[in-house]
């Protein structure tokens, strides 16, 4: 017996269940199509929504800060010092977002783990939403905070919840804006109202919202009228900015503090100045027109009404995120092999993404789709649903 067999051991458990993850080699660019394991699909899966990761001027920016800082930063920003594009475009994300500062983090990932350690610790208590992303939970136990956590979505629990919780020192609610696996949004009028009735800090992860929702995709603070009462707001560059990397933003002793405490900032390197470059070119793109964000909604709004037309159960989504309801872990995963086989990338997703029972094909409508493409995926859909007898 070797020392590692149990891990063998639990990847055919997987297996068997049907929760082993297939993981596709893409070798094109994004795009509405690119090409995965060699073969040309439709591209119903990437958070690429407005079509930015391959955009002609998001390369022409990140190419010429390769040119002019080279490929790597060279060390942690308080160490080796920040390059100027950083600056730039924490600046211009505060303009974007409409609030005092914002500081820059590798991804949406580490964005929370710098910021929930921040502002809670031993004797705080943290009301999270039960189905917020892995990343917050993650953020969570990085403190020596007490975790609450609320039912979906449900104001009126959180409210009890945090009665109970009247001797913290400190309170913090956390939401997703969006939630990534069933597409619907956070009631964050409700939330805001707890918050200021309890004395609690608020912080959204906006990370499906930015770039979606909100005037030109400034996201879920701006789709409610909230900018400015909500305390912190998580961002990711790597979805509908169509980069990398993430940010944390609010008010400037927030983001001071950050600079001086947060560990992903303080102990990791910084994203390379051209994926900032790129970055600003996104954020400049969305200041200058709405355009993107406007196919994008007409595009969600056409491939979940024919959906639905077709007998699929699309969930409850309010968002372009469309989750198409299978259930059974082995039939999601059929459905999507089958789909693949007829040019339609569409990844299922099961447990432990999503609850047991609950597995889908998470499909990701992007701006980058004509209506050919779309009209294409669901043919596609209906073929393979009805061989499987889904609808
Ligand atoms: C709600 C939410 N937060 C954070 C992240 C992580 O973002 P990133 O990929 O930039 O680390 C994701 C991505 O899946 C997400 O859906």
């Known amino acids: 017996m070797g020392r590692l067999d149990f891990l063998a051991e639990e990847i055919a458990r997987m297996k068997e269940q049907g929760t082993q993850i297939t993981i596709r080699t893409i070798s094109s660019p994004q795009g509405a199509w690119f090409v995965a394991d060699g073969k040309r699909v439709l591209n119903m899966c990437s958070n690429n929504y407005l079509g930015l990761a391959n955009h002609p001027a998001l390369?022409?920016?990140?190419?010429?800060a390769v040119d002019a800082y080279g490929v790597g930063p060279g060390a942690v920003r308080t160490i080796?010092?920040?390059?100027?594009?950083?600056?730039?475009?924490?600046?211009?994300?505060?303009?974007?977002?409409?609030?005092?500062?914002?500081?820059?983090?590798?991804?949406?990932?580490?964005?929370?783990?710098?910021?929930?350690?921040?502002?809670a610790g031993e004797g705080d208590v943290i009301l999270s939403d039960e189905l917020n992303h892995a990343s917050i939970i993650d953020g969570c136990r990085l403190t020596k905070a007490k975790v609450v956590r609320y039912r979906h979505n449900d104001v009126g629990d959180l409210e009890e919840k945090i009665k109970a919780e009247a001797v913290a020192r400190r309170k913090l609610i956390i939401t997703d804006g969006v939630f990534s696996m069933d597409g619907d949004t956070a009631p964050l009028p409700g939330i805001v109202e707890v918050a200021r009735r309890h004395g609690a800090m608020t912080m959204v992860d906006d990370a499906h919202g930015e770039g979606v929702l909100g005037d030109?995709?400034?996201?879920?603070?701006?789709?409610?009228?909230?900018?400015?009462?909500?305390?912190?707001?998580?961002?990711?560059?790597?979805?509908?900015?169509?980069?990398?990397?993430?940010?944390?933003?609010?008010?400037?002793?927030?983001?001071?503090?950050?600079?001086?405490?947060?560990?992903?900032?303080?102990?990791?390197?910084?994203?390379?100045?051209?994926?900032?470059?790129?970055c600003l070119a996104a954020v400049n793109l969305l200041l200058a027109s709405d355009e993107l964000v406007k196919r994008l909604w007409e595009n969600a709004t056409y491939f979940k009404s024919q959906?639905?037309?077709?007998?699929?159960?699309?969930?409850?989504?309010?968002?372009?995120?469309?989750?198409?309801?299978v259930g059974d872990e082995h039939k999601a995963a059929q459905l999507s092999k089958d789909l693949?086989?007829?040019?339609?990338?569409?990844q299922s997703i099961q447990y432990p993404t999503v609850a047991r029972g609950k597995a889908r094909l998470r499909v990701m409508i992007s701006a980058a789709h004509t209506r050919e493409d779309l009209d294409f995926a669901i043919e596609k859909f209906n073929l393979c649903g009805k061989r499987l007898g889904l609808i």
């Open 59 to 64: 390369k022409e920016a990140a190419k010429k």
């Open 80 to 119: 080796a010092g920040t390059q100027t594009p950083h600056v730039e475009l924490e600046q211009k994300l505060a303009e974007f977002k409409g609030t005092e500062a914002t500081i820059l983090l590798q991804s949406g990932f580490q964005a929370n783990a710098a910021t929930i350690p921040a502002l």
């Open 216 to 278: 030109s995709g400034r996201g879920i603070v701006d789709h409610y009228g909230l900018v400015g009462e909500v305390d912190v707001e998580i961002g990711t560059l790597s979805k509908a900015f169509g980069v990398l990397g993430g940010y944390v933003a609010g008010s400037t002793v927030l983001v001071d503090y950050l600079k001086q405490r947060a560990r992903p900032f303080l102990f990791s390197t910084g994203i390379s100045a051209a994926d900032v470059a790129a």
């Open 307 to 325: 959906m639905q037309q077709a007998g699929w159960d699309t969930g409850k989504s309010q968002t372009p995120i469309t989750p198409v309801m």
């Open 340 to 346: 693949f086989t007829e040019s339609v990338f569409a």
